[in-house]
């Protein structure tokens, strides 16, 4: 049976990279994110390799639509066995200058709507012993006041990573995160989409490491 990884987050650069290298392995390949004209792109460029794909629009802010738009990529895609989670809210502000409301928000984006989506694909995490992947940062171990909101979404995704690898363990479902301690870059020698999409590979497939950091 045609396995399928569900990509929340999904964008030019690493998501598409993750798409592509587990769709050549023979996955289907589901993908949220806000706009529906770039998702409907990279579904055309999936097509052109020969990989099947879907996609559903919604703010990965709003937990319902998140809610919703997963049901409607089971129905095309059918069951999910990875979830990899890739939304972050990306804004550069000075730790000082942030709101309550701005990093309340970023929270939910960057972490909390994380472990929602695990819950919604529970069920077929657990049929499936499926696999949770979580984008890391390298701000994370490496904060900066200058990033603020993009340092406390990597250091909660990265307890995240940690927390639900012992809670979910038991379900024989596997969690881990792949820390990105560099720019990503088409170009890169070290942190281009391709290398790092083989790091989420190979996270998936041992299974026993719950962070690669690289």
Sequence with gaps: ??????IIGMGQGLSLGIAEKFGKEGYKVGMISRNPEKLAGFKNHLQSLGITSAFSAA???DTDQLEQAIIDLKSQLGSISILQYNAVDYRIKPLMEETVEDLTNGFKISVANALAATRFLLADLKENKGSVLL?????????SPAMATISLGKAGIRNLALQ?????????IFVGTVTVSGAISPNSPTHSPEILAQKFWDLNTDRSNVEIIH
């Design 1 to 6: 049976m045609t396995k399928t990884i569900l």
């Design 59 to 61: 703010d990965v802010a």
């Design 135 to 143: 984008t890391g940062g390298g701000a994370a171990i490496h904060p």
């Design 164 to 172: 639900l690898h012992q809670a979910l363990k038991s379900d024989n």
